[in-house]
């Protein structure tokens, strides 16, 4: 299963890049001279980025594939809503919290069956983003049903009012109108979700956060970690940097 | 156009219950404009979302077109409110479309194809007033604007009646001038019938042809605007038709003014002239008639669907004897006298 998705190494091919070039000498020649490091060192550092870089992304497109139409739900089933559902509501409700509940680190070991069976493997990134998803999944369905929350109820009577199906009251007035927090909510999310690849890395995800414990802390090289966690902060505030721009694009008010 | 038969309607809340309609019955004719005036809380708005059925009426029945929509499956009723539009004291503009893409919304709902979408929203920006603002989005527009954006929003699916609940209740006076206005020239230009909604007895007098006064729930009279004006029968419309005469008694007077007669003291009198009382001379009458010379404080007349009325405060100046039978006299010539006390 795990064979369809896509290769992403980003940092890795442009690293191979460099190294044909004269100045790389010079640089793995700085870099050694950092307890821990070797041109080795450098191009795991490279694999570890891509690996959490695409760990934020697939699971991140996952997650709200599985979490955007609990937050409809969640919203629409709501008393006095489109769908009003006493039942629904409170059945969907309840699973949310449940998954909420469970502390990422041991959802990840919970769910090793269910993750062997879909991607054959529970080592790897791949693997990783079947737990990951489903982790970060209730989370984005509570900020989706949040974000839906804002929009006055006056627009969805006067839709209403204009022959709106549910359907088209959902994609066409709902969604647009929440669209600014809920690209802000995605951003916190992504950033939360960086924060869970991190701790995945623990327990044989790959990525960064493996590199820093592996190599950082069981083999005691400070250098190794620090130069980690500047990486994290770095994906954290582009993250933060894509997600501004995009919420001022998408605000009209 | 528009019949509701004894609409009723209760709500549950926290298990007391509700009677917010009470076995409520109008007729709204075809091109009319027809006002419901009623205080806040009087059921109003509930009343005017029972007619598209964004509030289902607990009993009674609601007739469009001659067709009962009561009972109507989901489908057929999404494709009855496409004939009958509604706008709003907030506008329920969405934010995230410019006034183009607002005003095509309901086309856009109707799988309308782009082409005539275009052509269609172009007519109505223009019909409304607001060619240059067709790409603006509506944070950047003024309260009027954005309710002329609402108005042709609510004209793009071609409707048979506009429902507007509280249309102009967040608009000054200026703006709500020009949009009655507005309403008042569709109406006449597309024929189409107007039910409003409104605690302003200045928005019935400005455009509408019959009117009903509701007040807890219940329906309490209903007439042609000119008849309400010139006979209203209960208290509730008198006190309407007063909020629109703004007359108060100067500070001067208040501060002389005692509730007992005393000697060398004149009544202070406020008229109501209502109909035909109106039109009769009956302040020249009364000089002549009994020597009560009247003057006049303040005085205000105005003119509501082909009826002419009016409020008068004077100071009657004359014996005491011929003051009581100016009175009755003004009495049985139909104006309503109210002697506030002597000054």
Not at chain 1, 87 to 103: E, G, L
Not at chain 1, 219 to 232: E, S
Not at chain 2, 85 to 92: A, D, K, L, P, T
Not at chain 2, 209 to 224: C, F, H, K, P, R
Request: glycine share 6%.
């Amino acid at each position: 299963m795990s064979d369809f998705l896509p290769s992403f190494e980003p940092f890795e091919s442009l690293f191979r890049y460099l190294a044909k070039h004269s100045f790389w000498a010079d640089f793995v020649t700085f870099c050694s001279s950092f307890n821990g490091f070797n041109e080795a060192m450098l191009f795991k550092m490279a694999q570890a980025t891509d690996e959490t870089i695409y760990m934020v992304i697939l699971s991140g497109f996952w997650g709200t594939i599985i979490g955007l139409p609990i937050g409809i739900l969640l919203y629409t089933t709501r008393k006095g809503q489109i769908l009003d559902s006493y039942i629904a509501n409170n059945v969907i409700s309840f699973v949310t919290n449940v998954f909420r509940s469970i502390p990422f680190i041991i959802l990840i070991v919970w769910i090793i069956p269910f993750t062997t069976i879909l991607m054959g493997t529970f080592i790897g990134k791949q693997a990783a983003i079947v737990p990951l998803s489903i982790g970060v999944s209730p989370l984005i369905a509570r900020m989706i049903e949040n974000a839906l929350l804002d929009v006055p109820k006056g627009l969805i009577e006067a839709s209403r009012s204009m022959g709106a199906t549910p359907l088209q009251i959902v994609y066409k007035v709902l969604l647009p109108e929440a669209l600014p927090v809920i690209v802000n909510s995605m951003t916190i999310t992504l950033i939360t979700l960086t924060g869970y690849i991190a701790m995945a890395g623990a327990v044989g995800a790959g990525g960064l956060g493996q590199l820093a414990i592996q190599y950082g802390y069981n083999g005691y090289k400070p250098a190794i970690m620090n130069t980690v966690l500047v990486i994290l902060i770095i994906i954290v505030f582009i993250i933060q940097f894509i997600g501004n721009t995009i919420v001022k694009r998408v605000t009209h008010y | 156009m528009i019949k509701l038969e004894h609409i009723s309607k209760t709500f549950e809340q926290n298990k007391n219950i509700i009677h917010a309609l009470k076995d409520i019955s109008l007729h709204v004719p075809e091109g009319k404009i027809y006002g419901v005036i009623g205080k806040s809380g009087a059921g109003k708005s509930t009343l005017i979302r029972c007619v598209n059925l964004l509030e289902k009426p607990t009993s009674g029945k609601i007739f469009f077109d001659n067709q009962d929509i009561t009972h109507l499956s989901n489908r057929k009723l999404i494709e009855v409110r496409r004939k009958i539009s509604m706008i709003f004291q907030h506008f329920n503009l969405l934010s995230s479309r410019t006034v183009f893409d607002n005003i095509a919304f309901p086309l856009e709902l109707n799988k309308t194809p782009k082409a005539i979408i275009k052509q269609k929203v172009n007519e109505l920006i223009d019909l409304v007033g607001l060619s240059e603002k067709a790409n603006v989005y509506p944070a950047n527009l003024s309260g009027g604007q954005k309710q002329r954006v609402a108005i042709a929003r609510a004209l793009a699916s071609d409707p048979k009646v506009l429902l507007c609940d509280e249309a102009t209740s967040a608009l000054d006076p200026e703006t709500t001038r020009s949009i009655l206005e507005l309403l008042k020239d569709i109406n006449q230009k597309l024929g189409l019938t107007i039910l409003l909604i409104t605690h302003e007895m200045d928005v019935v007098k400005q455009i509408c042809d019959q009117v009903a006064v509701i007040s807890n729930g219940e329906l309490v009279e209903q007439s042609s605007v000119g008849e309400m004006f010139s006979h209203a029968k209960t208290d509730i419309a008198r006190q309407f038709i007063q909020s629109t005469l703004h007359l108060t008694i100067p500070d001067d007077y208040l501060a002389r003014l005692i509730p007992e007669h005393k000697e060398g003291l004149n009544p202070l009198v406020r008229m109501e002239f209502t109909g035909v009382s109106v039109d009769l001379p009956l302040l020249s009458q009364i000089a002549k008639e009994f020597e009560v010379d009247s003057n006049i404080i303040s005085a205000q007349m105005d003119y509501a669907g082909g009826v002419k009325f009016g409020l008068m405060l004077t100071e009657m100046k004359g014996k005491q004897k011929s003051t009581a039978s100016a009175i009755a006299f003004l009495e049985k010539n139909n104006t309503k006298v109210e002697v506030l006390g002597y000054v």
